[in-house]
């Protein structure tokens, strides 16, 4: 079982789109005046869309102290102030929405497994729907997903900390599928793609669990 720590605004509905399973367990993690949760006897952190950044900006050394624990980062929004470890979020919109394409780059835990990239692409006839700017990746990271522009969309690093960082540029996710799209395939696409991101990270705690330590 997962225990995976939520950031929450308060913003109404975000806990319909983290309900706890069997796989996981979520704890929404309300920012306030003095925000300063206690990230012990959590395997994974989860920034979602909406999050408050300059609060975790306050928060970066725990962060990295979280990750360099072997612990797990998702952020689905746009972070524009310096709190992942060697990534950072890029606004940009001077180009045109209807030129953007993604295009799988490196997918080496097969993450896309069973998701429909044009998906991701087109809502309604509208092309770039989904995600926003850019990332400006680490040295050390894969770029899963980039746009036409060879730009990182998606990004997984398991070398800048000793945990496993999951970022998109600000496209959301969630247990649920996130942000429904009105799209039910779109809204299908979403819902898997977070299922093997999920899942990466039990394997990664399982393999962990089951070494054996000479």
Known sequence: MIQAAVISNGLDGIQNYFV????????LLEVGKDFDPDLEGF????APNGSDHIAMA???????????EGKALFCFDGWFTNWIPGNQWIMSNEKKTIDIRYFIKTDAYAIFDGVDVDKLIYNHNISGWWAC????????????????WQRPIIVLDEKTTNGTIILTASGPLGDSGAIPSGNETSFTALSKLYQNMLNLIIKKKNHENNRITI
């Open 20 to 27: 706890s399973n069997e796989k996981i367990t979520y704890t």
């Open 43 to 46: 395997d994974l952190l989860i």
């Open 58 to 68: 306050k928060l970066k050394g725990k962060v990295a102290q979280f990750l360099d």
């Open 133 to 148: 700017g850019y990332i400006d990746a680490s040295a050390h990271a894969d770029v899963v997903l980039e746009d036409t």
